[in-house]
């Protein structure tokens, strides 16, 4: 194996630097993998994509709190631009919207195929998280009665998560004043309906939040390292992070979504109109590139599944060859130019996490 240089080698140590929480086993497995990434890179060269080129995706906690109010200032930008959507979802009155609507229509398809979850699993409400503070991704929701939350196809006692100290309206932090337009579809909260069937029509409500601890001690790192190493092709590693819920066995991926719960993160299709999902979904990708390092080789081109969630409608089984896109957000790609982080999609992905 090729050895790092002592630029790349100082750069790794310096980036990856734990900030205030200690690296947990997933930290270091990644650290570790590196070296293997670099390796590849190094036979396998992709234009201008290096160790010391690629962006660095780094963990919330480990951002500045001005990088962070940073990051949430560009999120409500998002939600002040108008959305170019309107014309098939009525209720996508921003970009922001947008994408929430485009996550709604792929849904079906997309599924079943950064935060640091572990840092904050044990106390998820008083993390930089969800502290409430400015430079956190807003608090909780107020406290509110409700029963729990369901989770369908799940076996007793699994098929319930306890409540939380939530489930009203978020009053903290930078999203205090949010507006969620659309759906809900699949509700964990009493919502009022949406006016469409297909949940794209304009319902205007509160960002409602039931930061939930229970939900949290399954993301812890233990689970998200017996993920990455206890499963050897792309099948199993996505069954076992999804959940194998009629087992009573949980995923950290749907432990993370539950982590957030409330309306709209608790709903499995409108979950991205909460602005936390896509700090879970980077560290899902996150995980799967810790995957994708121990056998890159193999793993850099493997897929599974049918083009169909759990096959319903039944479909083909899914290609590298499939297109994959955003609607009228973003023209359709090729899965297989989505496949690496080393400079992928014509030398555009290429970055690493620290």
């Not at 962006?55 to 409500?76: G, H, N």
């Not at 699994?158 to 309206?169: E, H, K, M, R, T």
């Not at 599944?305 to 499939?322: F, I, K, V, W, Y």
Request: proline share 7%.
């Amino acid at each position: 194996m090729l050895q790092l240089s002592i630029l790349t080698a100082a750069l790794l140590v310096g980036l990856s630097s734990a900030g205030p929480y200690p690296k947990d086993v997933v930290d270091k497995l990644a650290d570790a993998s590196l070296v293997k990434w670099n390796d590849y890179l190094a036979k396998n060269p992709q234009g201008n994509c290096t160790i010391e080129t690629a962006i660095k995706r780094r963990e919330w906690s480990d951002l500045t709190p001005t990088e962070r109010q940073s990051y949430t200032k560009a999120v409500l930008c998002l939600m002040e631009k108008p959305g170019l959507m309107t014309s098939t979802a009525p209720g996508a009155k921003s970009r922001f919207d947008d994408y929430v609507a485009v996550h709604i229509q792929q849904t079906p398809r997309n599924h079943g195929s950064y935060w640091n979850w572990d840092r904050y699993a044990k106390d998820p409400v008083n993390s930089p998280l969800f502290n409430g503070n400015e430079s956190s991704m807003g608090g909780n929701g107020l406290k509110v009665a409700h029963s729990g939350i369901p989770i369908p196809g799940a076996p007793r006692p699994y098929n319930l998560i306890p409540a939380a100290d939530g489930g009203g309206c978020v009053t903290t932090g930078p999203f205090k004043n949010m507006t969620v337009n659309l759906g809900p579809l699949a509700p964990t909260l009493t919502i009022k309906a949406n006016p469409r069937s297909d949940g794209l029509g304009y319902n205007p409500r509160c960002l409602r939040r039931d930061i939930n601890k229970n939900a949290a001690a399954v993301t812890t790192a233990n689970y998200t390292l017996d993920l990455i190493t206890k499963n050897s092709n792309v099948y199993w590693f996505q069954t076992v992070m999804e959940g194998q819920f009629a087992q009573g066995k949980w995923g950290v991926h749907s432990g993370g979504h539950y982590t957030i719960s409330g309306d709209p993160a608790g709903d499995f299709y409108v979950s991205p109109g909460d602005p936390a999902f896509w700090l879970h979904h980077a560290m899902i990708d996150r995980v799967w590139w810790i995957w994708q390092m121990q056998d890159l080789a193999k793993r850099l081109t493997e897929v599974s599944m049918t083009r169909t969630m759990s096959n319903m409608p039944p479909s083909a089984n899914g290609t590298l060859d499939d297109l994959s896109g955003l609607g009228v957000l973003a023209p359709d790609v090729k899965v297989r130019e989505l496949m690496s982080s080393m400079g992928g999609l014509g030398g555009k992905l290429c970055y690493i996490y620290v």
